[in-house]
């Protein structure tokens, strides 16, 4: 394909997902017994108070802005982790970083609930020690991709078997920890989404900072250091901004594990492999996908719901069986 045409292909996705993220932020608003009109709504929003517009703002807006921020930030940690590990089936989910975080919040919250606003710091905490297990686990010699995923998929169900006892432990119910563990985000507010917000303007626009260098460890790293790229530095440096992305996220929704491989592997067929559009690319339809999730989960079973995680993981999980199958690297 030639270089105009694959340029027009971008803009054109990066304009339907676009569209389409603004056109299901007004649908997802009028899924539920209260409905408004878009003019409606933007009239009660900024011109005049209005009773049903208020009702959906405190209820339901938190909830699809949560969606939003973090479908965004764990697609751009997927794409970095497959950046820094040379792994196309690197995900924060499934090679244990979010069930680390998680075990993190859970603690936090079930100890130490007066340090709530603080919890994404040390879900972050709980990410770093979660990666750094995986990383040093699987090293013999190098890093291969199959024995990340393995590794990832042991330190992930440790942590997420602590979190599942200190769950049970707390009673159960469905706020505070059970709200982490489940990935339940149903009576989430504002100030879960002050609380969400600055972690994730923060750790996006380092993302976007370092998407060049996230092109040259594409590169041997020979060739990386020749170029003048500290290749073990910038590892690392990304490796934190994408453990802060997916830690955060985590804190406040819940593990979501396959949201960071799909997006990532659309973004690729559709914009190419260059992490300057791949990136902002992702935060849309990282963005797009998770909102979606919560919107199908909460109407395919009305007036019950289903977690956006558990859509996001029926989803995925075959189409990581796909990816598997499919890649020459895990074929022997």
């Not at 490796?239 to 979501?256: D, E, F, M, N, P």
């Amino acid at each position: 394909m030639s270089t105009k045409k694959k340029t027009v292909r971008a803009a054109l996705s990066f304009l339907i997902i676009g569209i389409l993220l603004v056109a299901l932020f007004v649908a997802a608003v009028n899924i539920g017994s209260l409905k408004v009109s878009f003019p409606e709504l933007l009239r009660g929003l900024f011109v005049e108070y209005n009773e049903d517009v208020a009702t959906i703002y405190d209820l339901r807006f938190p909830r699809i802005v949560i969606s939003i921020l973090a479908g965004a930030a764990v697609a751009v940690s997927g794409v970095l982790f497959q950046a820094v590990l040379k792994n196309p089936l690197a995900d924060p989910g499934i090679i244990g970083i979010s069930s680390g975080a998680s075990f993190a919040a859970v603690l936090v919250t079930a100890f130490a609930p007066s340090l709530y606003f603080f919890t994404p710091l040390f879900a972050f905490g709980g990410g770093v020690l979660a990666f750094f297990l995986v990383y040093t686990l699987s090293w013999k010699g190098g890093l291969s991709p199959l024995r990340i995923i393995l590794v990832g998929v042991a330190v992930q169900a440790m942590f997420s078997g602590l979190s599942s006892a200190l769950n049970a432990m707390n009673g159960g119910n469905m706020s505070g920890v059970a709200s982490i563990v489940n990935g339940n985000i149903t009576m989430k507010t504002w100030d879960d989404v002050y609380t969400l917000l600055p972690y994730v303007v923060v750790g996006l626009v380092l993302a976007l900072i370092f998407v060049r260098t996230c092109n040259l460890l594409a590169l041997e790293d020979k060739t990386a250091r020749s170029l003048g790229v500290n290749v073990n530095t910038m590892r690392i440096v990304i490796s934190l901004i994408a453990v802060l992305l997916a830690s955060i996220s985590t804190a406040v929704v819940g593990t979501v594990s396959f949201l960071g491989l799909i997006v990532p592997h659309i973004g690729r067929l559709l914009v190419g492999s260059d992490h300057k559009k791949l990136v902002p690319f992702s935060m849309l339809l990282g963005a797009f996908t998770f909102l979606l999730a919560d919107t199908i989960g909460r109407t395919i079973a009305s007036p019950y719901e289903v977690s956006a995680s558990i859509i996001m993981s029926v989803v995925g999980g075959p189409f990581f069986i796909i990816l598997l199958r499919r890649s020459k690297k895990y074929a022997n």
